[in-house]
């Protein structure tokens, strides 16, 4: 976290809900932020600690994991205020969006070769991975369990690359 906060460029560390919300705002002008409305939230949210039957998702999930001696002892902090200064600084970080997961892709056979819409192979065209459908979706089904993807995207590489090879084989001893 230290090397973030002092090298990050999306990583704002300030000791006020105003001065962290206005110094992210001045880094990212495109998307407005609203100090009030932000200020409001972190309030909103602060008082749900007094409250052990109160609805924010995250604290729910804190106390739900906290009932656990393993992640008690280790794991997961106990809830405080966002604004007790005594837990401070508050460090703001701009998330950039990106797909994490395709759930699909290119339709492909067992040699990893692209099928068009008839399922006929299109000449010299493989798809892998993430494009074939492996990042998720594809082999583990639309609820694919999280850290099964690397496995069969490398899968899926070191098929295509064999096929390729085979390929090209075979057109060499055509050509010879
Ligand atoms: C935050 C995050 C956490 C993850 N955690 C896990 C995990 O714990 N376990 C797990 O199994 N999976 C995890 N995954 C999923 C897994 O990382 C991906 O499914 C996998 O890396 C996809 O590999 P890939 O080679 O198919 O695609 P990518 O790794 O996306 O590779 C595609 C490459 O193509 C390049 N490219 C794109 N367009 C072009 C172009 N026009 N010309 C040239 N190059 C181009 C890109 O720059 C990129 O390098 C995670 C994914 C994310 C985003």
């Known amino acids: 976290m230290r090397r ?3 090298d990050g460029a999306d990583f704002i560390v ?5 001065e962290l919300v206005t110094r992210m705002a001045a880094l990212e002008p495109d998307a407005p932020l609203d100090v009030a409305r932000v200020r409001d939230e972190i309030a ?12 924010d998702a995250q604290l729910t ?32 970080v701009r998330l950039h969006v990106l797909t994490r997961k395709s759930l699909g892709g290119i339709q492909t056979d067992l040699e990893c070769r692209a099928l068009d819409a008839t399922g ?7 798809a892998v ?3 074939a459908g492996f990042g998720g979706g594809g082999v583990h089904g639309y609820r694919s369990l999280e850290g099964t993807f690397l496995g069969s995207c490398l899968h ?6 064999r096929a390729i090879a085979a390929a090209n084989r075979r057109s060499t001893r055509r050509s010879a």
């Not at 909103?44 to 609805?55: I, Q, S, V």
């Not at 006929?120 to 493989?126: C, F, K």
């Open 156 to 161: 899926t590489g070191l098929r295509a690359g």
């Open 44 to 55: 909103a949210r602060d008082r749900m600690l007094d409250n052990e039957f109160g609805k």
């Open 4 to 6: 973030f906060t002092r």
């Open 129 to 131: 991975g993430e494009a």
């Open 14 to 18: 300030a000791t006020t809900v105003d």
């Open 61 to 92: 999930a804190i106390r739900g994991a906290r009932k656990y001696r393993g992640d008690r002892l280790i794991r997961v902090a106990p809830p405080h205020r966002l604004t007790d200064s005594t837990h401070g600084p508050l460090i703001a």
């Open 120 to 126: 006929t192979p299109i000449d010299g065209l493989y």
